[in-house]
């Protein structure tokens, strides 16, 4: 996920200013640290107003009111970054202006998040998570050095994917729940790639996060089924593609230790990227050659030995990588160096 830092916070004035305004598409970033703290909470609960989302902000206590809070909105889905230290409370007022029977699902990703909805109350610890409903009174603290992934979306869309979604409510899905593991990683790697994606993608994406939150908490047969063949496969092969491009210095990297580290069969893995139109040896040469190249082609690069640059890569054999790299590129490795520092000397 992008760090919430490299967003340009919007203005607060701007947001605010007189006359409607459109709903700011994402990914847009609420940052008040140069707002007199004192107004702070006001001003965040009209920014919110702007963007449909009512609450009322409390500062926490014995700490400094802090808001680093990134929006990115898609089709059917609002997702929310960073850090927001107050208390949010929603009551009959806020639930009048906002007229929605939305559900969130809260992914604690850093300190404490105590949570009260419907008679009870949970603190979600460092990776769990919990679903709430936008229609129902609730009081939220997350206090420093809290920061949390939030998920919004409707609940006719979701509430048929899962076996009785009231009683799901304010109760802590543990870190170690797989399909919440995969979520997240997908969710967070998805922040970025969706914000440009066509429409199609996007809706793709959503449809894929609806599919792990239902097998979160309970998935019905017919959207675990689904589920399976979609969200869980996406997000498997997101994982395994992520857990490849860190281990390709690796000359060990096999299909084996990796069924192994994602709690799957070999055979799973390769019907993935079957699945993706690939095979699993292709897709580790393409990667490791890729990152040979982007180091040779850097015209800042160093002076390593061509062979130490794909030894770096996972090429035990030189001679070897030199074919299949001139294949790849139609030139050899010392031709792409060679090229990238005359245009750098230029």
């Known amino acids: 996920m992008r760090d919430v830092h490299r967003i340009q916070p919007l203005s607060p004035l701007a947001l605010l ?47 400094s009111f802090h808001v680093d809070l990134a929006f990115n909105t898609l089709p ?12 949010r409370d929603r009551g009959p007022r806020e639930l009048a202006a906002e007229g929605t029977d939305d559900l969130v699902l809260t992914i604690n990703l850093k300190g404490a998040h105590r949570i009260e909805q419907l008679g009870r109350e949970i603190v979600l610890a460092d990776g769990e998570a919990a679903f709430t409903s936008c229609a129902d009174a609730s009081s939220v603290t997350q206090p420093p050095p809290g920061e949390m992934l939030v998920l919004r979306f409707p609940k006719r869309r979701f509430a048929p994917l899962v076996n009785g979604i009231e009683d799901r409510f304010v109760r802590t899905v543990p870190r ?23 429409p199609d993608l996007q809706q793709r994406f959503v449809t894929h996060l609806y599919d792990l939150m239902a097998m979160m908490v ?32 690796r000359p060990d990297l096999s299909v ?13 893995i390769q019907r993935m990227f079957e699945a993706d139109g690939t ?68």
């Open 17 to 63: 200013g007189s006359g409607p305004r459109p709903r700011p598409s994402g990914p847009v970033r609420f940052a008040f640290a140069d707002a007199e703290e004192r107004g702070r909470p006001t001003l965040l609960r009209d920014c919110f107003a702007r963007v449909g989302v009512h609450y009322m902000f409390h500062p926490p206590r014995d700490a």
């Open 279 to 346: 095979t699993f040896t292709d897709y580790v040469l393409a990667q490791r050659l890729a990152r040979a190249y982007r180091v040779l082609a850097d015209p800042r690069g160093g002076t390593a030995k061509i062979s130490a640059i794909a030894l770096d890569c996972g090429f035990a054999d030189v001679s070897y990588f030199n074919r299949v790299f001139r294949r790849r590129y139609g030139a050899s490795p010392s031709d792409v160096r060679a090229q990238a520092r005359d245009t750098g000397s230029r």
């Open 76 to 87: 059917g889905l609002q997702m929310a970054f960073g850090a927001l230290h107050c208390t």
């Open 218 to 249: 309970g998935a019905t047969r017919d959207a675990e089924a689904a589920a399976q063949d979609r969200g869980l496969r996406a997000a498997q092969l997101h994982a395994v593609k992520q857990d490849i491009r860190g281990a390709l210095a």
């Open 176 to 198: 170690d729940n797989v399909a919440l593991r995969l979520l997240r990683n997908y969710a967070e790697a998805g922040w970025d790639a969706q914000a440009e994606a066509a």
């Open 256 to 268: 084996a230790a990796l069924a192994q580290r994602h709690r799957c069969t070999p055979r799973s």
